[in-house]
């Protein structure tokens, strides 16, 4: 399975949940969008250990099995088409996922309702 991580996903990743960890160990590829590498640097900039998570996400985006996904005007066009379940930070996760044509690993339940999209909660223990 290939999938496009979202924040929540990412930081759930780092902190050990098992349930993302089963996934992501499974994985044939990982996708992490621009705008949620944005969204991670923002939330670091308040987190005392600031230096020792840049670098753990350098290390993250710099395995074979990691592909950082700029936004092209596809992704853009998938966005605007996109009028359910979540907010416009999880609509370019969305939109990046509908591209790629892969799965969106999150806990977030309003991907469930995006149109063609495959979402994968980690908390049903499905792969």
């Avoid at 590498?37 to 350098?58: D, K, N, T, Y």
């Avoid at 930070?89 to 999150?106: C, I, N, Q």
Wanted: with cysteine; glycine share 8%.
């Amino acid at each position: 399975m290939r999938y496009v991580l979202d924040a929540g996903a990412y930081g759930a990743l780092f902190r050990g949940d098992p349930r993302v960890l089963a996934r992501v160990r499974r994985a044939e590829r990982l996708y992490l969008p621009a705008t949620v590498v944005g969204e991670i640097l923002a939330a670091l900039r308040s987190v005392p250990s600031v230096e020792r998570h840049r670098r753990e996400l350098e290390l993250f985006l710099r395995s074979p099995l990691v592909e950082c996904v700029p936004t092209r005007t596809a992704t853009a066009e998938r966005f605007a088409g996109i009028r359910a379940g979540v907010d416009a930070h999880d609509r370019w996760v969305a939109a990046t996922a509908l591209e790629l044509d892969a799965a969106v690993l999150s806990f977030t339940s309003g991907f469930g309702e995006v149109e063609g999209l495959v979402w994968a909660d980690p908390a049903d223990g499905g792969s």
